[in-house]
């Protein structure tokens, strides 16, 4: 099974973080929160993408459809992380996102858990 990524810190309350993200490549990632002292962010949302660069940046602009819960959080001094998992197709990643869903309550995730 593949590993995940270390936790990266993409937001917080004055700073968006998106120079960092090196793959260009399908993947599929998680998104986290955690305090300012948490070791551990507490996972939210499992999505999948075609380029985890482009996907994760556009969280780090805008939020994208989860632009509202992100910056709630966010001004409430949460700090908003992501982790991926390489995957060789978007197919893979769609497929390993679908498994994660059916297995585990995101809280952010409208796909599965709201039925």
């Not at 660069?53 to 632009?67: D, E, M, N, T, V």
């Not at 949460?78 to 498994?99: D, G, H």
Request: charged share 30%.
């Amino acid at each position: 099974m593949p590993r995940w990524t270390q936790w990266r810190k993409i937001a917080d309350k004055r700073n968006w973080y998106d120079d960092d993200l090196d793959w260009d490549g399908p993947a599929c990632y998680e998104l986290g929160i955690g305090g300012p002292r948490s070791k551990n962010p507490r996972v939210v949302y499992v999505g999948e993408t075609g380029n985890e660069q482009k996907r994760i940046s556009a969280y780090a602009r805008s939020g994208s459809h989860l632009s509202r819960i992100i910056d709630w959080h966010l001004k409430q001094g949460w700090r908003l992380y992501y982790r991926a998992q390489i995957k060789q197709s978007k197919r893979v990643a769609m497929t390993t996102e679908y498994n994660r869903l059916a297995s585990f309550k995101y809280d952010w995730n409208r796909k599965l858990n709201w039925e």
